[in-house]
């Protein structure tokens, strides 16, 4: 069968498909055929042996995906049934034995290429909302990199959640994807502050989900309401590790919360499969749906990563399988 591998940890131009063996399912796996793969942050750090995580070449690629099962082993999913799934890395190939605690039922409303979608962004995006950033009915929530993945993700989870949200993009284009995405207001970056306190009524927002970094995440800060949240998911910008000057915390009674999904739910049995069910009414009812971005075929995937790290992506890239 074929397979996205890392032979060289050396990009994502780097990046081959060859023929692998078939899975071979553990007790506790379900096999799948896959038919649409995500193209994740992680990938592109894995193609180049930056991630916190550095399997042995050759390694498959891919974070997410979705499928069809080919067998259920000992999990309560069916032959023939839809589902979506998550790991570290592996499942860009086209069939995959999946652990089956991060195999999850895939509703009738999603496509495979949603399914694909769904899985590490939104369950990031849930995990940073509710268990880091307490998010209630009637909050607002500012998100930056609004028009990726995890943005577009964070968006819909929060108006699931009975948030209102705004968004922070680059270019008015960006803004309409996060607009699309269910976004109630979308401003551009620069000057972003002034605007949030002008759409505030001068109070702040209650949560701010920073995928981004850098230069912004001291004006982040003083978009905070008291008692807000500033949820610190990643640094996409590049320009270094913030540093948290801690009197502004002191004095506005905010918090900086960080939101490492992966290493968290991964290591707790049946963490995932609640996320999901929690995620599910949100799918069903239109609330949470991926905007797929690019589409490309399994040879194609090192451009999909090369065509995300020059941000020329816009929702969710995913990488068709079957």
Known sequence: MRAAQVVTPTGPLDVVVND???PTPGPDDVLVEVHSVGVSF????????????????PFNLGVDFAGEVLDPGSSDLVVGQRVAGVAGWGNAAERVASPKTWTFPLPDVSSYDEGAALPMNYLTAQFALKDR???REGDTVLVHGAAGGVGTATIQVAKGYGARTIAVVSTEEKAEVARRAGADEAVLV???KDRVKELTG?????????????DLFTDSLRCLAEQGRLLVVGFAAGQGIPEVKVN???????????VGWGAYAMTRQDFMQQQWAELVPMIESGVVKPPIGATYALEDFGRALVDMDERRTLGKSVVRVR
Request: net charge negative; proline share 8%.
């Open 20 to 22: 692998v063996p078939e």
């Open 202 to 214: 001068g109070r702040g927002v209650d949560i701010v989900l920073d995928v981004v970094g850098g």
């Open 42 to 57: 992680p990938d592109l750090l894995l193609s180049r042996g930056e991630y916190q995580m550095k399997p042995e070449p």
């Open 190 to 192: 620069d000057g972003f």
């Open 133 to 135: 950033g307490s998010v």
């Open 248 to 258: 502004r915390l002191l004095l506005n009674n905010i918090d900086v919360r960080g």
